[in-house]
């Protein structure tokens, strides 16, 4: 397991996206407010208590449990979703397929095909990678502070996002992906070109295992 961290003290609105796939299946509710209560852990994974989400991304952050999944299709792209401007941090930005967080009395295997449905409209066999902390400040808004479990699963199809969550999606190859962070990098979330780093680097054999 290791740390990253980033701050911006300058907050920026992404540029325009490129164009993505019309939300022509789509649905509109609710899956996520302020109060639900995240399971607060330390550097090892341990349970230390619980608090509502708001009051874990105030300020610095308090540490959370987290997750992120990276899902494939068998050409080998990837499914990004474009975060909803409603969204308190990074709105308006890519990310990977889906990033949430267990709940209390929530599993993380449980959590994962819970939000995975709830935002993509489908669920499937995931695999767990790795997990690592990290922090990430979005100027005086807030801030990440994440113990976050890396998943990857396989899906074809069109997902069925939910707009309250997503704003735009798409499926990219990994050059392109990387074309992109090379030439738009201020237009992704922090953690996914953390974690992407990380996938190419450590876990190479999951672009071929689609």
Known sequence: ???ESLRLNRVQSPQPPPPSSPLKHSNTQIVSDDSERLILVDAEDKTLGHL??????????????????????????????????????????????????????????????????????????????????YSAQFG??????????IFTGVFNGAPEVNTTEISAWRWLTPSKIDQELATKSENFTPWFKMEWHRLKTDFAEVFYAT
């Open 52 to 133: 509502d989400k708001s009051s874990c991304h105030d300020g610095l952050g308090v540490l959370h449990r987290a997750f992120s999944l990276f899902i494939f299709n068998d050409r080998g792209e990837l499914l990004l979703q474009q975060r909803a401007r409603g969204k308190r941090l990074w709105p308006g930005y890519w990310s990977n397929s889906c990033c949430s967080h267990p709940r209390e009395g929530e599993t993380l295997d449980e959590a994962v095909q819970r939000r995975c449905e709830q935002e993509l409209g489908f669920q499937t066999p995931m695999r767990f990678l790795y997990k690592f902390q």
């Open 1 to 3: 397991m290791y740390f």
């Open 140 to 149: 005086e808004i807030g801030a990440e502070n994440e113990l976050c479990s």
